[in-house]
Structures are given as C-alpha cells and as structure tokens.
C-alpha cells in the first residue's frame, strides 16, 4: 500500500522512516482513510519494537 523510505529530518539529523503512498492509491478514499488509521494506530503505541510516528501530512505533487 506504500512505500517505506529510509530518510533524515534535515532539521535534527535523526534517521527517519519515511512512509508514503502512491498516487494512484491517494485517490481511493478508502485506501486513504486505511493509511491515516494505520498512522494513528501506530501514533498511539509505546514500544521499543514499533517506531513512533512524530508527524502525518499530505504533500501536493504537480508535474
């Protein structure tokens, strides 16, 4: 469903999962509302085996 990136938060120089989905994918609405539970889900775990989600967002991408 997406696509999971290995990044670093330029701000603060951590490593970062970056998790994103794809375009096509971003236009079924259920699919979307699928991703934004999922990074609730996991937003409200404390474990040291599950990352923890400091930020959800959307980007706009033109061509």
């Keep these: 469903m997406g696509v ?3 990044a670093r ?5 951590r490593l970062v999962a ?3 989905i794809t375009a096509g ?3 079924d609405a259920d699919l979307l509302q699928r991703f934004y539970r999922e990074a609730q889900a996991a937003g ?3 474990h040291p ?3 923890t989600v400091y930020e959800m967002g ?6």
């Design 4 to 6: 999971v990136f290995k």
């Design 9 to 13: 938060d330029p701000r603060i120089g």
């Design 18 to 20: 970056l998790k994103t």
């Design 25 to 27: 994918l971003a236009d």
């Design 44 to 46: 409200s775990l404390q």
């Design 49 to 51: 085996n599950v990352v």
């Design 58 to 63: 959307e980007e706009a991408v033109g061509l």
